[in-house]
């Protein structure tokens, strides 16, 4: 799945959501929900900075951060990063955080899976006619 119908279905099932956009592993923007793009790169800045404030506290020494939310007046920002990917997302304020993040995480993992082919159609038979022909009985 590409990120932007991953972000598509994200918005879809989570109606905590209000925004989203997806980055690689490098921090380059993949995918938003947001249709103007310099409101897009300032979402994608957001998530590298508060990756990169994360990691230089005293806490982070030696550990990869996997998940993060800042709770603010106005909403809440949440960052995850999974298999070398990240998505940030904001939402109204006092969301269900653990939903939240099990939504985001689902997001990236629907990044992973491989497109399911389709299925071929299935050739139909003509039904077999009585021997007979149409003879009425």
Aim: proline content about 7%; overall charge negative.
């Amino acid at each position: 799945m590409d990120a932007a119908a991953a972000l598509a279905d994200l918005t879809e099932i989570s109606s905590q959501v209000e925004a989203a956009a997806v980055l690689d592993a490098d921090g380059a923007l993949l995918a938003s929900t947001h249709g103007d793009e310099p409101r897009a790169a300032r979402l994608a800045e957001t998530a590298r900075e508060l990756l990169a404030a994360a990691a230089e506290a005293p806490a982070a020494t030696g550990r990869e951060l996997t998940q993060l939310e800042v709770a603010l007046r106005g909403g809440s920002v949440f960052v995850v990063r999974h298999g070398g990917r990240v998505v940030v997302a904001t939402t109204a304020p006092d969301p269900p955080s653990g939903l939240v993040l099990y939504d985001l995480r689902a997001c990236l993992r629907a990044l992973d899976e491989a497109p399911k082919p389709k299925p071929r159609a299935r050739r139909r038979t003509p039904a077999k006619q009585p021997a007979g022909g149409d003879d009425a009985a």
